[in-house]
């Protein structure tokens, strides 16, 4: 990995980086038991952008988010979650069939990962739940042009807002172009 969190604090803060170049089944960060801040970065082109894993809670808000394609963008496979993804734009991450942007894969954390008010563009599968007991909230986020899916939760594939009314404010999520002008 490029730059490994382990065993640290909430006052770690990583601002400003361009992190990438993480190369076959490494990441640009890797975060194990620890819970950094990361925010104001970009993270491209590297196999995977971010993995979290053991009793991490990381606070990830206001980077992009590209070209981390065979791996993702975000991969939780941590025993905790109550942390937020929020204010992030992901573009292209994931493009091989089957790989999501975010892959919410682990036993049963203990409080929800909130991913809220991100604007995800391209890639295969924009959320993938791995895990039929996994706890997240979905909240005021922008999907656009993923290839399979935005959502998919184990064996269903959603693929517009009307389908997901299990999950709460899904109503606050935009599926399609948002049709913005400049």
Do not use: C, W
């Amino acid at each position: 990995s490029i730059v490994t969190l382990k065993n640290i604090s909430s006052a770690t803060i990583i601002e400003g980086l361009t992190i990438s170049g993480a190369s076959s089944g490494n990441y640009g960060i890797f975060i194990e038991n620890a819970s950094p801040v990361i925010k104001n970065s970009h993270i491209k082109n590297n196999y995977a952008g971010i993995k979290i894993a053991g009793n991490s809670m990381p606070d990830i808000n206001h980077n992009i988010f590209s070209g981390n394609n065979t791996g993702g963008a975000i991969i939780h496979n941590g025993a905790v979650g109550g942390y937020s993804i929020d204010h992030n734009t992901f573009l292209n991450n994931g493009i091989t069939a089957g790989v999501a942007t975010i892959l919410l894969d682990s036993n049963f954390p203990n409080s929800p990962v909130t991913i809220k008010n991100n604007i995800f563009i391209g890639g295969a599968i924009g959320v993938y739940e791995a895990n039929t007991a996994f706890n997240f909230i979905l909240d005021n986020n922008l999907f656009y042009n993923q290839s399979e899916a935005y959502l998919k939760r184990i064996s269903t594939i959603y693929n517009n807002v009307s389908a997901i009314n299990d999950l709460s404010n899904a109503a606050k999520n935009i599926v399609g172009d948002p049709a913005l002008e400049l």
